[in-house]
């Protein structure tokens, strides 16, 4: 029903930029939240940030406040992660995800209803 399709990762030196972008597709009008996990091999899946689709609204893991910067734009049914200063520890797949019901800033349970599949990030030290 909602195709999400990510790119912007690669290999890159620690203390270097990215933005990572995702695009959605199919029933978008039925997207009321997109956020950003990533994993690391052997790691869970963690939450990196959240976009609210209604009104805006941004949460973020703490791990990443200041240096990863959530976005979207509604009209290319896109959004993106700016990643400012990686580290090393930053290297990881990273995913997209589509949530249709609207989220709580700071919710902790909120289920995701579609991922995409995902685009590397290798930061070397």
């Known amino acids: 029903q909602v195709q999400l399709v990510e790119s912007g990762g690669g290999l890159v030196q620690a203390g270097a930029s990215l933005r990572l972008s995702c695009v959605a597709s199919g029933r978008i009008d039925s997207i009321r939240a997109m956020g950003w996990f990533r994993q690391a091999p052997g790691e869970e899946r963690e939450f990196v940030a959240v976009i609210s689709w209604i009104d805006g609204l941004k949460y973020y893991a703490d791990s990443v406040k200041g240096r990863f910067t959530i976005s979207r734009d509604n009209a290319k049914n896109m959004v993106y992660l700016q990643i400012n200063n990686l580290k090393p520890e930053d290297t990881a797949f990273y995913y997209c995800?589509?949530?249709?019901?609207?989220?709580?800033?700071?919710?902790?349970?909120?289920?995701?209803?579609?991922w995409g599949r995902g685009t590397q990030v290798t930061v070397s030290s």
């Open positions: 995800a589509a949530g249709l019901r609207g989220v709580k800033l700071g919710e902790r349970d909120y289920k995701y209803d579609y």
